[in-house]
């Protein structure tokens, strides 16, 4: 299928690059340098945040030692600096070779046209014909973009079907939260709150978002109107209803729901949304409606969020979901093998596999999932049973130390800031000089490799970075691992001396 293309060669809806008037690189190399950058950005962040965020910052100019982006509004400017202009410049100098500052600026009236080409005079701008995008906004009535907003909001985040209280397996490490969740699933329509806000904390894979899904699901078939939204997904909305100018009509939507189901609270960021979900979670504690919230750490670790929201959540019941117990991973896997037996005829696990991988497969429900589907790939790829022999050998990178230590971040800064003669400051820092960069990406590898620790987590500790700066440290340090035999020597002793300290 061929795309069709404006006059000046560029896709329609998206503006072409026009190159700085001063020190100005060639045309088709900035334009290219900024394709491949937006692509990465898409691929690293996924298709809702790209669109949220990404899709509307443009490439103005690009100077020797200076690119130039734009974005429509101030908000999307503010939450860009703050959160991902980092990621940007280093995917730039990745792409282009050459290490450049990113400026980033809201476009005016006159600049959301259609911009110049390279040869025509800056003063045609005002004549042009406005963006296809701009128009098309322009074109619906104010009425029915806040209605449309409005309903975005309130359709909430897509649930999977699988993840219900009927498929949840209850051991001594969740009860609690379990019968909690169940509580708020379980009440009636118009009754008052028990534990208000329900806060859920646990590391990765143990079982938050499904509770959180198992509510929202039960909420709609007990008649009450139930919201589940990722953190994501109310950034989003909030975004689109003032792009919409339908700010009154976003927030009547969330204070209008029965429950309202907020799922990775820390991905919350910038202070007009967190301003807004105050506002919303005080709107709806104070008006009876129930509140359940999920995250990766207490309310009180927290520490991007104000101090109001954090206060304000450790005043429901806190309650943390444990990592699974031995008995409660066995019980874990023996019904996942069904759901797997049931889908693939043939495929057969002997209850010694199974009680093995209770006890030695990694820490989360999603480590459990990764061995039966490694189980599963080798018995359908060569046809070999599955034997004891045969999973000790399937999934030896996913076995777990007998006795593991518990590390702590702090353990892993103060002994790497030693190891290469920085400053546990320096490694916490902006700083991007080499003698830094690289004990800060081994610091990151280190503190991914030995401790439960999310990637937004270990971003936060590492000065409120974001995960996909974690998650690139630790592909890139693995990367050299596999070829510098110096450096994974290097890495073996650190990690002697983390354990051992």
């Known amino acids: 299928m061929f795309k069709s293309h404006n006059s000046d060669g560029s896709e329609p809806g998206k503006r072409p690059f026009r190159p700085g008037l001063a020190d100005a690189v060639g045309v088709d190399a900035g334009a290219s340098q900024w394709e491949r950058v937006r692509q990465r950005l898409h691929e690293e962040y996924g298709e809702?945040?790209?669109?949220?965020?990404?899709?509307?910052?443009?490439?103005?100019?690009?100077?020797?030692?200076?690119?130039?982006?734009?974005?429509?509004?101030?908000?999307?400017?503010?939450w860009i600096q703050e959160n991902f202009l980092p990621r940007i410049t280093d995917l730039w100098a990745e792409e282009s070779g050459v290490a450049r500052r990113i400026d980033l600026a809201?476009?005016?009236?006159?600049?959301?046209?259609?911009?110049?080409?390279?040869?025509?005079?800056?003063?045609?701008?005002?004549?042009?014909?406005?963006?296809?995008?701009?128009?098309?906004?322009?074109?619906?009535?104010a009425a029915a973009a806040a209605s449309l907003a409005a309903r975005d909001v309130a359709a909430g985040s897509p649930l999977d079907p699988r993840l219900t209280f009927e498929t949840f397996v209850v051991g001594k490490s969740n009860s609690l939260a379990?019968?909690?969740?169940?509580?708020?699933?379980?009440?009636?329509?118009?009754?008052?709150?028990?534990?208000?806000?329900?806060?859920?904390?646990?590391?990765?894979?143990?079982?938050?978002?499904?509770?959180l899904q198992a509510v929202a699901w039960a909420g709609v078939q007990n008649g009450r109107r139930t919201t589940y939204l990722t953190a994501e997904r109310f950034m989003y909305g909030f975004v689109a209803a003032l792009k919409a100018h339908s700010a009154i009509a976003f927030k009547d939507t969330l204070r209008t729901i029965d429950t309202l189901v907020i799922d990775d609270l820390q991905f919350l960021k910038g202070n007009n949304l967190q301003q807004e979900f105050c506002h919303t979670l005080n709107a709806l504690l104070d008006g009876g409606r129930q509140v359940m919230v999920a995250a990766d750490c207490p309310p009180g670790?927290?520490?991007?969020?104000?101090?109001?929201?954090?206060?304000?959540?450790?005043?429901?019941?806190?309650?943390?979901?444990?990592?699974?117990?031995?008995?409660?991973?066995?019980?874990i896997l023996k019904a996942r093998y069904q759901t797997l037996a049931e889908q693939h005829r043939g495929f057969t696990v002997p209850a010694p596999v199974l009680e093995f991988l209770a006890r030695s497969v990694g820490q989360s429900g999603r480590d459990l999932d990764g061995a039966l589907n490694k189980l599963l790939a080798f018995n359908q790829l060569t046809g070999e049973p599955v034997t004891l022999e045969m999973a000790e050998n399937a999934v030896k990178d996913l076995v777990r130390p007998s006795d593991p230590k518990r590390v702590r971040i702090d353990d892993i800064l103060r002994i790497v800031a030693k190891h290469y003669n920085v400053s546990r400051a320096d490694l916490l820092s902006q700083r991007r000089t080499a003698n830094?960069?690289?004990?800060?990406?081994?610091?990151?590898?280190?503190?991914?490799?030995?401790?439960?620790?999310s990637l937004p987590e270990i971003g936060r500790r590492f000065g409120g970075r974001d995960h996909t700066t974690v998650l690139h440290a630790v592909r890139k340090i693995d990367g050299l691992v596999a070829t510098d035999r110096a450096l994974a020597d290097e890495i073996e002793i650190l990690k002697r001396l983390v354990l051992e300290g």
């Not at 909690?180 to 028990?194: F, K, M």
């Not at 960069?437 to 439960?452: E, G, S």
């Open 436 to 453: 830094v960069v690289k004990p800060r990406q081994i610091a990151m590898y280190l503190a991914k490799v030995l401790t439960l620790r």
């Open 48 to 78: 809702e945040k790209y669109t949220s965020w990404f899709v509307r910052m443009e490439l103005e100019a690009l100077k020797s030692d200076l690119v130039q982006l734009s974005v429509p509004t101030r908000f999307l400017k503010s």
């Open 301 to 331: 670790e927290l520490e991007h969020l104000d101090e109001r929201v954090r206060s304000r959540l450790a005043g429901g019941l806190v309650v943390e979901l444990a990592p699974l117990e031995e008995d409660l991973r066995h019980q």
């Open 178 to 211: 379990h019968a909690a969740a169940r509580q708020v699933a379980d009440a009636a329509s118009g009754a008052s709150p028990v534990f208000n806000p329900l806060y859920l904390h646990a590391a990765v894979g143990l079982g938050k978002t499904h509770l």
């Open 106 to 141: 809201v476009r005016s009236a006159v600049n959301r046209t259609i911009p110049l080409k390279a040869t025509e005079p800056r003063e045609a701008v005002s004549e042009r014909t406005a963006e296809p995008r701009a128009a098309a906004s322009a074109s619906m009535p």
